[in-house]
């Protein structure tokens, strides 16, 4: 069910309808037209799709002088929520006055759920974010209605995603995911990022950023308001960003488009689509291992100058870059069928191309492709140094389609399904070097590739991952007792299959997964007025296995196997929450006490391998993780101040010992076990806190974040692990009065790091034991030092901005 469906529907909703559709929209709780200074009855968070009920709750919609903003609990890092769940947002009133190179991910970091690391303080690499102990692999991305993550390994890439200016609202759902929502990589929970609207009146936003490490950026939105009386309004933007790492040689730069188009109707139908494009290329840091750490700390970095062809000019920075370009669109429709009875359709298109680059050092005569060894492919007088970069194509298409009934005055029934079709092809091409430049002659390894003796291109990686994925799903949203009983209760049945397809000799060609996951879930609130309400939820969510986790790989310059795929189960967890709500006058808080058991633990092992940077899915077993989330802030106080914390306690256990392999007293290597049961889960801090205070005249603005985040192991055996530490952001700005076609322009701060400290501020790569050790039957299992992020030192960041 596509456009065309939406379109024709929609056109055969005749206006004589429209009087009587608008009566009963209002009916049901929709509030419609809404000006400055009005009452509207806010509608109740509806269980996945299904039609929003009316709430008791008041919500005053006004205007604030300069920005229509400055209302929001907590400086706009609380938000009121009735759903029966634990859900943390933050709000277009906190973004505005973050720097406006942050991405989806930074904005989530005064979240009490979320440890969110930073590659770079301009958010123009990926970083990585755990929530409650689970990775960002585990935990489902969705932008408008359409899924982000990597469908290989459940991966995101949140430089990748939009401009902050275009960033409306981020949700995290900790433990979580929707009825309807479309991932596949959400045993952990699920994030909704949503880009802002067209605005109804004509005009736009510029603004020019610089700071530190020749930081600069310019960004410009249009808006087309409402087109005549057709109903339609659109906006598109463009963003150019530009930085020089803050250690090490290199940069990183990115232009970045939107477009946002939606058509509205007179009886509440809508339509539109929602584009994405971005193009980067990033040099690459190179995270330094534990043993790098204590001995060169911050200066592990690659080289800034070429050395020459061995091991040491394998490290040039120019060899290790990360570019990659996509776009990602949606086309989300809603149809008002009747009052009773309405549609949902988003189809949905992904398309991404791109590597991270690494290189090494190759003799002609110990070249192997697969277990065949090669003659004739590189030059004939000994060493060559080459690009590896490990390259992908990936492009996704999709369509979730919802049916939405009213069934009586107690019962809201959904119903839907989920297809997807992605074709993900993951390959290593062997690439040409200009031996005594270092120059490589192509970073995107799609030209400048050694040939073999049959001519086609050296890949010493060649794979084709097929997914498909098809999801039913029905749920029914109850309400009782003058709707002071509010009953949430769903079922989905997730199909996935992957089939993997290996070009690479001396390797299993073709490997299937199939997996059918029954998900249940369940959600019970009780308002008891209209400042307290309690809630309780259970829930059922997975997570595929990494599909390079099906592909037997072999080393380029032994031709022996040095990865041996195979088909694992699926992650699947079980998570209960109850929870308490208060929203006052004043204040607004909320707790929620959570326990999860996990079956299946995928855990992600990031790797270099041949200097370029890989992941791989490693089945940890069983894991148990209880803890509590607190969230506190208020509306504006007196002096327009808004104070906002945040507190969580998290007990991650692994339920399991992890099979190893070690060597016995007689030299013999063999299957033995870590003794890893009971240990503390990595990524996992006991305790993490978070202050903020915003201040907002309507003029003068000014806010402060501190994080505290504590201990955190980056090894399964505890046996290695990140010191505690605080991280600090303040910003602050004036807007002024509006001076000819420049509406209300802005000039803004945002200082990060402000005691320059250094130390490790997240895991890169865990491993399951730092250092040998001996295994529950006698073996000597060898260890591995995990790597690192380094927190970026003091940033500054100025930003002139004026609306038109």
């Keep these: 069910m596509t456009s065309l469906l939406a379109c024709s529907l929609l056109s055969g909703i005749g206006t004589n309808d429209a009087l009587a559709r608008t009566l009963g929209n209002t009916a049901t709780g929709k509030a419609k037209n809404l000006h400055p200074g009005k009452l509207a009855t806010k509608t109740t968070p509806p269980m996945d799709g299904v039609a929003p009920v009316s709430a008791p709750e008041v919500i005053h919609v006004s205007s604030s002088h300069a920005t229509g903003q400055r209302e929001q609990p907590g400086g706009g890092l609380l938000r009121v929520e009735t759903a029966p769940k634990a859900i943390q947002t933050v709000s277009r009133d906190f973004i505005s006055k973050q720097s406006p190179t942050t991405n989806v991910e930074q904005v989530l970091k005064m979240m009490p759920s979320a440890n969110v690391n930073d590659q770079d303080p301009f958010g123009l690499q990926s970083g990585s974010m755990s929530v409650r102990g689970l990775n960002q692999t585990e935990i489902g991305w969705t932008l408008d209605g359409m899924p982000m993550n990597d469908i290989g390994g459940g991966a995101f890439y949140a430089n990748e995603v939009l401009e902050a200016e275009d960033l409306e609202s981020v949700s995290l759902q900790p433990g979580s995911v929707n009825l309807d929502s479309p991932v596949i990589s959400a045993a952990g929970g699920l994030v909704s990022a949503t880009m802002s609207n067209p605005t109804h009146k004509r005009g736009g936003l510029f603004d020019a950023t610089?700071?530190?490490?020749?930081?600069?950026?310019?960004?410009?939105?249009?808006?087309?308001?409402?087109?005549?009386?057709?109903?339609?309004?659109?906006?598109?933007?463009?963003?150019?960003?530009?930085?020089?790492?803050?250690?090490?040689?290199?940069?990183?730069?990115?232009?970045?488009?939107?477009?946002?188009?939606?058509?509205?109707?007179?009886?509440?139908?809508?339509?539109?689509?929602?584009?994405?494009?971005?193009?980067?290329?990033?040099?690459?840091?190179?995270?330094?291992?534990?043993?790098?750490?204590?001995?060169?700390?911050?200066?592990?970095?690659?080289?800034?100058?070429?050395?020459?062809?061995?091991?040491?000019?394998?490290?040039?920075?120019?060899?290790?870059?990360?570019?990659?370009?996509?776009?990602?669109?949606?086309?989300?429709?809603?149809?008002?069928?009747?009052?009773?009875?309405?549609?949902?359709?988003?189809?949905?298109?992904?398309?991404?191309?791109?590597?991270?680059?690494?290189?090494?050092?190759?003799?002609?005569?110990?070249?192997?492709?697969?277990?065949?060894?090669?003659?004739?492919?590189?030059?004939?007088?000994?060493?060559?140094?080459?690009?590896?970069?490990?390259?992908?194509?990936?492009?996704?298409?999709?369509?979730?389609?919802?049916?939405?009934?009213?069934?009586?005055?107690?019962?809201?029934?959904?119903?839907?399904?989920?297809?997807?079709?992605?074709?993900?092809?993951?390959?290593?091409?062997?690439?040409?070097?200009?031996?005594?430049?270092?120059?490589?002659?192509?970073?995107?390894?799609?030209?400048?590739?050694?040939?073999?003796p049959n001519g086609q291109n050296y890949d010493y990686r060649n794979f084709l991952n097929l997914s498909q994925v098809n999801m039913l799903f029905v749920g029914d949203s109850m309400d009782y007792f003058n709707k002071r009983l509010h009953i949430d209760v769903g079922f989905k049945e997730a199909m996935v299959t992957r089939r993997v397809y290996n070009d690479i000799p001396g390797t299993t060609y073709n490997r299937n997964l199939h997996s059918a996951e029954p998900l249940p879930q369940l959600g019970i609130s009780w308002q008891f007025n209209k400042q307290h309400q309690i809630y309780i939820m259970g829930a059922t969510n997975f997570k595929m296995p990494s599909n390079t986790s099906l592909v037997d790989q072999r080393n380029n310059t032994t031709g022996a196997i040095s990865q041996m795929g195979g088909a694992s189960n699926p992650e699947y967890s079980i998570s209960e929450e109850i929870g308490y709500r208060y929203n006052g006058p004043l204040i607004i808080g909320s707790i929620s006490f959570f326990n999860y058991n996990f079956t299946n633990r995928q855990l992600t092992v990031d790797y270099y391998l041949n200097g370029a940077s890989y992941s791989q899915s490693v089945n940890a077993g069983g894991q148990t993780s209880r803890g509590v989330d607190i969230q506190i802030g208020t509306r504006p106080l007196k002096y327009h101040l808004r104070p906002y914390a945040s507190f969580e306690y998290l007990d991650a256990r692994i339920d399991n010992n992890l099979r190893a392999v070690g060597t016995y007293a007689n030299g013999v290597q063999g299957t033995d076990y870590l003794a890893t049961k009971g240990k503390t889960q990595v990524e996992s801090p006991k305790v993490q806190a978070a202050l903020g205070l915003d201040y907002d005249d309507g003029h003068f603005f000014a806010g402060a974040q501190i994080k505290y985040v504590g201990k955190q192991y980056s090894t399964m055996m505890n046996d290695n692990s990140i010191p505690q530490f605080i991280t600090d952001n303040i910003n602050f700005g004036y807007r002024f009065r509006t001076i000819g076609f420049m509406q209300t322009p802005k000039i803004q701060v945002n200082l990060s790091n402000l005691t320059n400290a250094r130390f490790r501020s997240g895991v890169y790569t865990m491993q399951t034991n730092a250092n040998a050790t001996t295994g529950v039957n006698g073996s000597t299992i060898k260890g591995s030092s995990p790597a690192y992020y380094l927190q970026a030192p003091f940033t500054g960041v100025v930003t002139i901005s004026t609306n038109f």
């Design 210 to 452: 610089f700071g530190s490490f020749g930081m600069k950026r310019e960004f410009i939105r249009y808006n087309s308001g409402d087109i005549g009386n057709t109903g339609v309004r659109a906006m598109f933007s463009f963003g150019h960003t530009y930085a020089d790492h803050w250690r090490g040689p290199g940069h990183d730069e990115k232009f970045h488009y939107d477009l946002k188009v939606r058509k509205d109707f007179s009886n509440g139908s809508n339509t539109g689509i929602t584009i994405s494009y971005n193009d980067q290329i990033n040099d690459s840091y190179l995270n330094p291992n534990y043993t790098q750490y204590n001995t060169t700390g911050y200066d592990t970095n690659y080289l800034s100058n070429y050395t020459g062809v061995n091991s040491q000019g394998a490290q040039y920075y120019k060899l290790h870059a990360n570019p990659f370009r996509n776009i990602i669109a949606s086309a989300p429709t809603h149809i008002e069928v009747t009052p009773r009875f309405s549609i949902d359709d988003t189809a949905y298109f992904w398309f991404g191309q791109g590597n991270g680059t690494g290189a090494s050092v190759l003799n002609a005569n110990q070249t192997y492709y697969g277990d065949q060894k090669l003659s004739g492919v590189l030059p004939s007088d000994g060493s060559t140094l080459v690009l590896t970069p490990s390259n992908q194509e990936q492009i996704r298409s999709g369509n979730t389609l919802k049916f939405n009934y009213r069934l009586g005055s107690h019962h809201h029934i959904t119903a839907g399904y989920w297809y997807e079709y992605a074709n993900l092809e993951q390959f290593s091409p062997v690439g040409m070097v200009n031996q005594a430049t270092g120059q490589p002659s192509n970073i995107w390894g799609t030209s400048g590739v050694y040939k073999m």
